[in-house]
């Protein structure tokens, strides 16, 4: 699937008059580091969104529980559909009703590298590497920093919903100190919590 068509189902499933989130476009890969970005989403079910630049897109994946500094920590993620790369600084309340309704912040942005090889030490694509089943990176964040891996555990063909792990490599910036409390959690961007950011968003009385 192409990058461009894969914001096709993005789009599809948003009402842009009625969302606040970008309604986006796909743009070159340039030649600066690729970015990523980790949003807390409360939805119908608290999340984190955990997505990684490649091919113009955001590459997305809902991680309930969250990236942890723990390689003992195996998290769960389901893929979604890409995103716009303009996605990586959306932060506000989605309207109750609109696809993925609930507030965003984001939690963590910053850059990766690319730490995927094959048996000869030759680098594979992200994009390749995801669709092969295994991608390892070297995050430079805010937050979280150092190798993590994402890594299937069961494709579409097994029945049910794809299912990958996301977890942290044993180097030296891994630690005990796994996840923060999501509700508790602040903006990289603006320092406000979910609460915050769902407060500013209610219309004031008078």
């Known amino acids: 699937m192409t990058a461009k068509r894969s914001l096709a189902h993005y789009h599809r499933r948003r009402d842009f008059p009625k969302t606040a989130e970008p309604e986006g476009s796909l743009e070159e890969p340039s030649d600066e580091q690729p970015s990523y970005v980790v949003q807390i989403h409360d939805a119908r079910s608290m999340h984190f969104d955990f997505r990684l630049e ?18 003992h920590d195996k998290r769960f993620a389901t893929p979604t559909e890409d995103h716009p790369l303009a996605y990586r600084d ?4 989605i309207a109750e009703g609109q696809y993925g309704g609930g507030t965003v912040i984001v939690w963590d942005q910053g850059t990766y590298r690319n730490a995927t090889t094959d048996h000869d030490g030759h680098e594979i694509p992200l994009s390749e590497a995801l ?8 995050l430079d964040g ?15 063909g097994e029945g049910g919903k794809e299912a990958w792990l996301l977890v942290k490599h044993a180097d030296e910036r891994a630690s005990s100190t796994g996840t923060p409390d999501p ?5 990289v961007r603006t320092g406000r919590t979910l609460n915050q950011v769902a407060a500013d968003a209610t219309p004031r009385a008078g």
């Open 142 to 156: 805010r937050k979280l920093h150092g190798g993590y891996s994402l890594t299937r555990i069961r494709d579409t």
């Open 131 to 138: 669709e092969q089943g295994h991608a390892s990176f070297q």
């Open 54 to 71: 490649a091919d113009g897109v955001l590459k997305s994946f809902a991680v309930p529980k969250g990236p942890s500094n723990d390689p």
């Open 183 to 187: 509700r508790r959690a602040r903006s």
């Open 90 to 93: 959306f932060e506000g309340t």
